[in-house]
């Protein structure tokens, strides 16, 4: 139990194009979930966090209009990168929580290259 | 905020040797400490974690500790094979109900010689 998934995995972009992550929740109602970022040998950086039906709480420095974050549904969380960028390019990892439990489960990552 | 803090950065040890990964965290009100691992190009997986009601867990060969006073908590793992290579990350959380942020620390890369 308590898989996460994302899609797609990974994707290559042009300079500023939008790009769409999705982190779904397969077994389990998330009434949050979070962004990380994750550069390469680094730790996680927090990005977001969101819950279900509400707006995203951004983390100090995250751009909001342009790491656009939407929690429609308790299984489903979408990250909107706008007007793409090379230096945006990066390893981003959601993961979700259920009420209560205080455990996090993470999906697997999606690789975003900005050309 | 919290910080997290974790050594060693880098850990090289023999097949069937031990390993013991410590971190210390500044919040005293945090009281949730997962660990997780994470192989090459994928997300982290949690493989143990601990609530500061609790001194110690294990499950098989890992076992978690954590010193409340001292505010550090460690991993220890045991008869390492070399599937435990990865990064494994601490953290420390705080809160309920349904937003628990985590606070990482900057990861080990465990390496286990055959």
């Known amino acids: 139990g308590a898989v996460v998934s994302q899609h797609p995995s990974w994707v290559i972009c042009k300079s500023g194009t939008s790009v769409k992550i999705e982190c779904r929740s397969l077994?389990?109602?998330?009434?949050?979930m979070f962004w990380y970022r994750q550069f390469p040998k680094q730790s996680l950086m927090l990005m977001a966090t969101?819950?279900?039906?509400?707006?995203?709480?951004?983390e100090q420095g995250v751009e909001k209009d342009k790491f656009l974050i939407n929690h429609a549904s308790l299984t489903l969380s979408t990250l909107t990168v706008t007007s793409a960028h090379p230096e945006d390019s990066s390893f981003y990892i959601c993961?979700?929580?259920?009420?209560?439990?205080?455990?996090?489960?993470f999906g697997p990552g999606t690789r975003l290259t900005v050309t | 905020g919290e910080n997290v803090e974790q050594h060693p950065s880098t850990l090289s040890v023999q097949e069937g040797d031990s390993a013991v990964i410590k971190c210390t965290y500044s919040?005293?009100?945090?009281?949730?400490f997962p660990w997780y691992k994470q192989e090459l190009g994928k997300g982290p997986q949690l493989i143990i974690d601990?609530?500061?009601?609790?001194g110690e867990k294990k499950d098989q060969r890992i076992a978690v500790t954590l010193n409340k006073t001292a505010k550090h908590f460690s991993l220890h793992i045991t008869e390492t094979q070399p599937e435990d290579s990865a990064v494994y990350f601490c953290?420390?959380?705080?809160?309920?109900?349904?937003?628990?942020?985590?606070?990482f620390g900057t990861g080990t890369k465990l390496q286990v010689i055959p």
């Open positions: 953290a420390a959380s705080k809160g309920s109900g349904g937003y628990q942020k985590v606070t």
């Open positions: 601990i609530r500061s009601n609790v």
């Open positions: 919040d005293s009100a945090s009281n949730y």
């Open positions: 077994d389990f109602q998330a009434t949050t």
């Open positions: 969101s819950n279900e039906g509400s707006k995203a709480t951004y």
């Open positions: 993961s979700a929580a259920q009420t209560g439990p205080y455990e996090q489960y």
